[in-house]
């Protein structure tokens, strides 16, 4: 069993900044992807950004290219998400997720099996 434990959302202005860190516990050697996922009221869960952890190897989504960036930590594997220019369109819930699995799609929530409480994001104009 993987378990994530997620911190660092909170409310900011338009244009401001956040970094949200999500820690893995429990088997982590096991873990091959690592991703970051949105879900606003009504919308379906959007992946923003994701990491083979093996590697180190990082991916971020079209839709937030240039303004998130996907980190992760090389001593305890804590994963961070970098989030600058904030915009009130990534006003979400979002969630850290994990597969033990290679994944097909990378932004495709289904593809991965453990997923964090999630923390709240809110941009406002």
């Known amino acids: 069993q993987v378990q994530l434990v997620e911190s660092g959302g909170g409310s900011v202005q338009a244009g401001g900044s956040l970094r949200l860190s999500c820690a893995p516990s429990?088997?982590?050697?096991?873990?091959?992807?690592m991703g970051w996922f949105r879900q606003a009221p009504g919308k379906e869960r959007e992946g923003v950004a994701a990491?083979?952890?093996?590697?180190?190897?990082?991916f971020v989504a079209d839709s937030v290219k240039g303004r998130f960036t996907i980190s992760q930590d090389n001593a305890k594997n804590t994963l961070y998400l970098q989030m600058n220019s904030l915009k009130p369109e990534d006003t979400a819930m979002y969630y850290c997720?994990?597969?033990?699995?290679?994944?097909?799609?990378?932004?495709?929530?289904?593809?991965?099996?453990?997923w964090g409480q999630g923390t709240q994001v809110t941009v406002s104009s």
């Open positions: 997720a994990a597969s033990v699995l290679d994944v097909a799609n990378l932004y495709r929530a289904s593809e991965y099996k453990y």
């Open positions: 429990g088997y982590t050697y096991s873990i091959k992807f």
């Open positions: 990491m083979q952890t093996e590697y180190r190897r990082p």
